[in-house]
């Protein structure tokens, strides 16, 4: 069963600007972690964050994590449209696999 | 070598066919995974192996069999599928299992039954 609950479903901005996605669970998480989809491919891991962390930054990615509300998000700053494509976020329990979220559907308009 | 090879990237088979899906890694992962992804879908856990010993089977279907031959090798042999086992087959491997580390993801097999 999925845990983590994207939001938006789908995200449609214009290149150079900036995208936000959100993560929502529900049971207490050793880390938490996003990876990128393209059409058809294999997921890529992006980042991982653990649960003792709040904020995390690769590039132009900024993940944070707020264990008491339970969510995360994802900024990924400067667009460009080749960040055009599926997110998802996973949790990890640390005695279970990983567990995706519904994903996010970002496109990014040249 | 930091990828996961899967072959064959598409696949065509009947319903009374038998083919296999084929899955190759050489970053020492010691836990291997199958997963299964419809259109507009997350992924959904198949199967997992752990030190080459299967340790999850998420009550998929017996037409699927998975194999791990080696540390470094995943197959998933198919028999008799139904159309509606049409989609994405993922393959990935961490470090270790239960999710405390990164997955490599395969570029997947694009699986179609008619």
């Known amino acids: 069963s999925q845990q983590g609950e994207e939001d938006p479903q789908a995200l449609s901005i214009q290149e150079g600007e900036n995208a936000t996605m959100n993560c929502s669970y529900k049971?207490?998480?050793?880390?938490l972690q996003w990876y990128r989809q393209n059409s058809g491919r294999g997921l890529v891991h992006l980042i991982l964050i653990r649960s003792n962390e709040r904020e995390k930054h690769s590039g132009r990615l900024r993940v944070t994590l707020d264990t008491s509300k339970k969510s995360s998000s994802l900024l990924i700053t400067a667009s460009r449209a080749a960040d055009t494509a599926s997110y998802f976020c996973a949790t990890g329990t640390g005695n279970t696999p990983l567990v995706f979220g519904k994903g996010t559907r970002l496109s990014v308009i040249a | 070598d930091t990828e996961v090879t899967q072959t064959p990237k598409h696949l065509v088979m009947g319903m009374t066919n038998k083919k296999s899906l084929k899955c190759e890694q050489h970053m020492g992962h010691r836990a291997m995974y199958w997963y299964k992804q419809k259109a507009k879908k997350p992924p959904e856990l198949m199967f997992v192996?752990?030190?080459?010993?299967?340790?999850i089977n998420e009550s998929v279907p017996s037409r699927f069999s998975p194999e791990c031959p080696n540390s470094s090798l995943l197959n998933l042999h198919l028999h008799a599928l139904q159309p509606e086992d049409s989609a994405l087959y993922l393959c990935?491997?961490?470090?270790?299992?239960?999710?405390?580390?990164?997955?490599?993801f395969g570029s997947g097999t694009r699986l179609t039954v008619v």
């Open positions: 049971t207490s998480i050793n880390n």
């Open positions: 990935a491997s961490s470090h270790q299992g239960q999710g405390n580390y990164g997955y490599t």
């Open positions: 192996y752990s030190y080459e010993k299967l340790s």
